[in-house]
């Protein structure tokens, strides 16, 4: 079966400190993997996706990154963080049901608290 | 772009009655996912709705689609404590087979069932 894992699973950071997430999908191979943030627990808004290794989309400009350096590894950073970047960070992968259809599994989260 | 909204985005219910969660969405979509999370935690996958007039049920709770109106409703009956948590809905933009499964959120219903 297949099972995604987040670390650490809660952060703070100070502000203009660097940040590294990291993500890790078992049990499948070449998964679309997907960055979300949650902020104030409402909505969740995509960061990044990518379809392989090295390849990563950015949906939002800001002030992070992400990459993607083996298959099953998905990676979120940034050189300096900003108050702004407080959230709760899922990483997900979608499961193929069919053809171009997909569902979307979400791993436990990280939550970053920038001070 | 697509958006998605939902309404009611609080819902405060007593146990045992019956209430209906309401997800539009702005573009075509073929794809509708409904999500729990609880406080604190990630998002669980409930239902993946993937053609017009699907329905599905599990438990209490029971989702249908119909992509003409570009509506998704969640049923929910006899609601029990248990039910209490926050609701997201989501779909996927119709772009051929190229929207990479990216999905766009509503912006949560939060559930609170009383006894």
């Known amino acids: 079966s297949q099972t995604i894992h987040q670390w650490p699973a809660t952060l703070v950071q100070p502000v203009g400190s660097p940040l590294s997430l990291e993500c890790t999908v078992e049990g499948t191979s070449n998964p679309n993997l997907y960055w979300y943030r949650q902020a104030a627990g409402r909505g969740l808004q995509l960061l990044f996706y990518s379809v392989g290794i090295g390849q990563i989309s950015s949906e939002v400009p800001q002030n992070l990154s992400a990459s993607r350096p083996q298959d099953r590894q998905f990676i979120l950073s940034s050189k300096k963080l900003l108050l702004s970047d407080s959230g709760f960070y899922l990483c997900?992968?979608?499961?193929?049901?069919?053809?171009?259809?997909?569902?979307?599994?979400f791993g436990p989260g990280t939550r970053l608290t920038v001070l | 772009e697509l958006k998605v909204e939902q309404n009611p985005l609080f819902l405060s219910m007593q146990e045992g009655k019956n209430y209906t969660i309401y997800c539009n969405y702005s573009?075509?979509?073929?794809?509708l996912y409904w999500y729990r999370q609880d406080p604190g935690k990630s998002l669980e996958s409930l239902f993946v709705?993937?053609?017009?007039?699907a329905v599905k049920q599990e438990g209490r709770l029971m989702a249908s689609l119909d992509t003409k109106a570009r509506l998704s409703t969640l049923h929910i009956t006899a609601a029990v404590h248990d039910l209490s948590a926050t609701y997201f809905c989501a779909a996927v933009l119709n772009a051929g087979g190229t929207s990479y499964g990216k999905l766009t959120f509503g912006q949560g219903t939060i559930l609170t069932v009383h006894p």
């Open positions: 573009t075509t979509s073929d794809r």
């Open positions: 709705l993937l053609s017009n007039g």
């Open positions: 997900a992968w979608n499961r193929a049901l069919r053809d171009r259809v997909y569902e979307q599994f």
